[in-house]
């Protein structure tokens, strides 16, 4: 078919074609009669289209009116209120009612036969609903008591070239059943791009102040239209709308696409580069984070989270075993720096548990948080609680003095080192608060001393700076210390005093009074050496006044 073959004027409306390869003729069989037949096959499509009908629709739908600006309105306070809710049904319903696919169609049809007029009224349809639906959506949400970022909100502040690649192929789907009458066409374009939540997530930014979220998310609305627009001017071309031979017309369509498109995509490539990146990093952590675990006595990775942003990408893991170890977190950090092969940042709380599944378990029904912005009393209240798989006597929120006080139930499985790791995660995920975590009332750990040593080791000053972190929790000032003595040389009674008076002294140096410091043999002393051990009598134990610990 040459390009002069391929000039037609505008056909009249509704003719019928006079060829005998009519559209009755499907196309995958007019493929097999060769170019002439292909000729006559596509005059006969276009002929088939009634184009000033369609134009003239086309230029009603994309105008701005009263009627316009309100399902606007009212489509954006739908979307915003079902971002806000993470309710993707109410969403849903905001995209049907949308009519942003008006103007957008109609901008496309404007570039197919070069229509001023019909682009500056799209192009102004456009521009004020978008603001209508910008400003409406930042309005509820700086009046809304609930300002968390969902994830429905975060789905839409990521854009890549999936998103593109869909927002080409439902524009193309619109362009079809804009000229072919297929009305449902247009509500599926409308619910597969969902132009109206990324300018209500737009809005949600300006008023939450959050402008990473802002560009996101305008991004995609771009993205959208442009590619949506394009697309329909596409098959507007195909249909025989526009001047000029068919080849020239698509060739200067493909010109205009690659002038806007590409800006576009490169943006959307990163995107997505970063996206499967994340995906393999979560991948990889996870294994090793698993694999390291279950070397441990009943070891069970019973949650984990990778933050990556701007900076090195941060490994938040929570491992709960019989016993735990030590070096775990060194270990996890090397392997997961040479894994990713970037440096990493590994915060890992280990819980002691005397079933390590039944708590792994109850962790994995809370899975990791980090809330984006605080939100009200009530909303900060209910987060804490959703972060902690335990039962909690009371959760107490002052937004005034940006503190949180939790208080657990008492719970066997995890000792007071689990409980300030806790805290060290809570106050990690709240940095802009002031979190204490209160532990239950219980048995404080002893203190434990060397063979015939009466001085405090790492280990011991690491317990008491354990101890000393409950006793500032319960708000208590004041100790009594009973040192054991043994039968055996390096447990006799004077040994026992040293160890308690050591004791003593540090607390004394870090505001803690410790009274009674009293030093008792047991009944029975030698047959429970034997029985216990003798580092059992190389210890002090530490109690609460009105507190005595009996062994």
Do not use: C
């Given at each position: 078919m040459t390009e002069e073959d391929a000039k037609l004027p505008l056909p009249d409306a509704g003719r019928p074609a006079e060829s005998s390869e009519t559209p009755r003729r499907g196309l995958l069989s007019v493929l097999l009669l060769g170019p002439r037949a292909w000729k006559r096959w596509w005059i006969a499509l276009v002929r088939s289209v009634t184009h000033e009908e369609i134009l003239t629709q086309t230029a009603e739908q994309a105008g701005f009116t009263s009627n316009y600006a309100f399902m606007v309105a009212i489509a954006s306070g739908i979307a915003t209120i079902g971002l806000l809710l993470n309710s993707p049904a109410v969403i849903i319903g905001a995209m049907l009612i949308s009519p942003l696919m008006g103007p957008i169609v109609g901008a496309g049809f404007a570039l197919a036969v070069f229509d001023v007029d019909l682009g500056k009224r799209g192009a102004r349809a456009l521009i004020l609903g978008a603001v209508t639906a910008i400003v409406f959506a930042a309005a509820i949400v700086a009046l809304s008591p609930i300002q968390d970022v969902t994830p429905e909100i975060l789905a839409r502040t990521r854009p890549n070239l999936f998103d593109l690649a869909v927002a080409i192929l439902s524009g193309t789907a619109g362009g079809y059943g804009t000229i072919r009458g297929r009305g449902g066409a247009i509500?599926?374009?409308?619910?597969?791009?969902?132009?109206?939540?990324?300018?209500?997530?737009?809005?949600?930014?300006?008023?939450?102040?959050?402008?990473?979220?802002?560009?996101?998310?305008?991004?995609?609305?771009?993205?959208?239209?442009?590619?949506?627009?394009?697309?329909?001017?596409?098959?507007?071309?195909?249909?025989?709308?526009?001047?000029?031979?068919?080849?020239?017309?698509?060739?200067?369509?493909?010109?205009?696409?690659?002038?806007?498109?590409?800006?576009?995509?490169?943006?959307?490539?990163?995107?997505?580069?970063?996206?499967?990146?994340?995906?393999?990093?979560?991948?990889?952590?996870?294994?090793?984070?698993?694999?390291?675990?279950?070397?441990?006595?009943?070891?069970?990775?019973?949650?984990?989270?990778?933050?990556?942003?701007?900076?090195?990408?941060?490994?938040?893991?929570?491992?709960?075993?019989?016993?735990?170890?030590?070096?775990?977190?060194?270990r996890m950090t090397d392997e997961l720096r040479q894994a990713l092969g970037t440096p990493v940042t590994l915060h890992l709380t280990q819980l002691q548990a005397n079933d390590p599944a039944r708590v792994s378990a109850a962790l994995e029904l809370a899975p990791a948080k980090t809330p984006v912005k605080p939100p009200l009393r009530e909303q900060m209240e209910a987060t804490v609680r959703s972060e902690l798989p335990y039962a909690l006597t009371a959760v107490d929120v002052d937004m005034e003095q940006h503190r949180i006080v939790v208080v657990p139930k008492g719970d066997d499985h995890v000792d007071l080192a689990g409980w300030r790791d806790i805290e060290s995660r809570l106050a990690a995920r709240h940095a802009d608060q002031q979190v204490t975590l209160v532990p239950p009332a219980g048995a404080l750990p002893a203190i434990a001393f060397a063979r015939g040593k009466n001085s405090l080791d790492d280990a011991a000053t690491k317990r008491l700076e354990l101890v000393l972190w409950t006793l500032e929790c319960w708000n208590a000032k004041q100790v009594e210390l009973v040192g054991h003595a043994g039968t055996r040389a390096d447990g006799a009674l004077a040994m026992a005093r040293k160890r308690a008076a050591a004791v003593g002294r540090w607390f004394g140096d870090h505001g803690i009074v410790a009274t009674q410091s009293a030093v008792y043999p047991l009944p029975r002393q030698s047959a429970l050496e034997r029985e216990r051990g003798d580092a059992a009598f190389r210890s002090v134990d530490i109690g609460l006044p009105a507190q005595r610990t009996e062994r």
């Open positions: 509500v599926g374009v409308a619910i597969a791009t969902a132009l109206m939540p990324p300018l209500a997530v737009v809005g949600f930014g300006l008023a939450t102040l959050q402008w990473s979220i802002v560009r996101g998310a305008l991004l995609l609305f771009v993205t959208n239209l442009a590619a949506i627009a394009l697309a329909v001017a596409a098959v507007a071309e195909w249909y025989g709308f526009g001047r000029g031979g068919l080849r020239k017309r698509f060739a200067r369509r493909a010109v205009i696409s690659l002038l806007v498109l590409a800006p576009l995509a490169v943006p959307l490539f990163i995107s997505l580069r970063s996206i499967a990146w994340e995906s393999r990093a979560n991948a990889a952590v996870r294994e090793i984070l698993e694999t390291e675990a279950h070397r441990l006595d009943q070891g069970q990775l019973a949650q984990f989270h990778v933050h990556i942003g701007y900076g090195a990408p941060a490994v938040e893991a929570i491992v709960v075993s019989a016993k735990p170890e030590s070096g775990l977190e060194a």
